[in-house]
């Protein structure tokens, strides 16, 4: 059973626009939640986090939106640029994230110039 | 389908003795598995990049030593955590994937505890 769930592969965008990735989670223990960004070939680094707390957390261009009630996560990325082009993972942690993430499958995210 | 899936889910074991951690892609042949470790603020740690059937490379200041990597068939890689202290107590969390351009699959992870 899926906990954290992508249900998209792959989001195409124009370069300028926004770019929004979605995330549903089924676990009502988590209260921790993070994006990922993966490039070929290189272990993913991390870009932005949001405590169950909050329902949103902006760092630049990347803005996190949390729903609890909706149990649904979105990355919103503004204005995508071509370098922004990567796999994007949703993880999902509790006890305030102490313990150990839970990933979705990803979503692939090409911004085209 | 891509299911990945971790043995065991958790492990607590005394100093300086070496524990085995195996990762399985149960639906998929994974050419390629990798491990990582996860730190606090949950940062991921890439250790090591196992291809089936050739050494793992591992990153650098991972001591290869330590952490033995075997990546015996496309579908089983394992992590020996050898002579193990309180210090790599963490989660590791193996990937798998069908080629390292393609998207990774995450293990549910294993957390280590070293009494």
């Not at chain 2, 195996?22 to 991921?44: G, H, I, N, V």
Request: hydrophobic content about 35%; aromatic content about 10%; some cysteine.
């Amino acid at each position: 059973d899926q906990q954290v769930k992508q249900n998209s592969p792959s989001l195409s965008v124009q370069e300028g626009r926004i770019s929004i990735l979605n995330c549903d989670y089924t676990n009502s223990m988590f209260d921790y939640f993070l994006w990922y960004k993966k490039y070929p070939a290189e272990g993913p680094t991390f870009l932005i986090s949001i405590s169950s707390i909050k329902d949103k957390n902006e760092d630049g261009r990347f803005t996190v939106f949390l729903n609890k009630s909706a149990k649904h996560l979105s990355l919103h990325i503004v204005p995508s640029q071509p370098g922004d082009s990567a796999v994007y993972f949703c993880a999902a942690s509790v006890q305030g994230g102490s313990e150990k993430l839970v990933f979705g499958k990803g979503m692939k995210l090409t911004v085209n110039p | 389908g891509a299911v990945v899936s971790q043995h065991p889910s958790w492990v607590i074991c005394k100093s300086g003795t070496s524990v085995k951690i195996e990762c399985r892609s149960l639906d998929f042949q994974a050419t390629t598995m990798f491990w990582y470790r996860q730190f606090p603020k949950q940062s991921l740690m890439l250790m090591a990049t196992s291809n089936e059937g050739s050494k793992a490379t591992y990153e650098q200041g991972v001591e290869k030593d330590k952490f033995l990597i075997n990546h015996a068939s496309l579908t089983l890689s394992t992590l020996t955590v050898t002579s193990a202290h309180p210090e790599d107590s963490s989660f590791y969390i193996c990937s798998a994937t069908t080629s390292p351009e393609e998207t990774q699959y995450f293990g549910p992870g294993t957390r280590l505890l070293v009494l």
